[in-house]
């Protein structure tokens, strides 16, 4: 495990996630996800910590409501979110994590458009 630095795109949120230097991601393919390119890194809430913008973030929920999307007021960018699949963690933007941390990505997919009948207990553990 190493500590990944990661920010939005103009630099106003920052935060650091601690995860293995090669990645196993999700790229799913629901309408949120898809229309945003967004790559899953799914981690415990004790593995991360946002370092700065706290006051920069403004939140976006639909559906169930809930899953937290988190935005940047700033430039808009959605670097991180409290998933449904996971309420107790983060979901992480690998694309906005900063590059030298990052050895090797594995993107696996993920059918988020039948969410509710692939995981009928509303939940996906990403193994």
């Known amino acids: 495990m190493v500590e990944h630095a990661g920010s939005c795109h103009c630099g106003a949120i920052k935060f650091a996630v601690s995860a ?19 790559l899953h890194l799914i981690v415990p809430a004790d593995h991360f910590v946002l370092l700065q913008g706290e006051q920069c973030l403004t939140t976006y929920t639909f559906n169930t409501h809930t899953a937290r999307h988190l935005f ?11 998933p449904r699949s996971h309420p107790d963690g983060y979901s992480v933007n690998v ?20 969410w509710e009948k692939q995981y009928p207990t509303g939940r996906d553990d990403y193994e």
């Open 20 to 38: 293995p230097t090669d990645l196993k991601v999700n790229e799913c393919n629901c309408s949120i996800c898809s229309k945003s390119g967004y």
């Open 72 to 82: 940047c007021k700033i430039c808009g960018i959605k670097p991180f979110y409290i």
């Open 95 to 114: 694309r906005c994590l900063d590059e030298a941390s990052v050895n090797s990505i594995e993107i696996r997919q993920t059918n988020g458009k039948e």
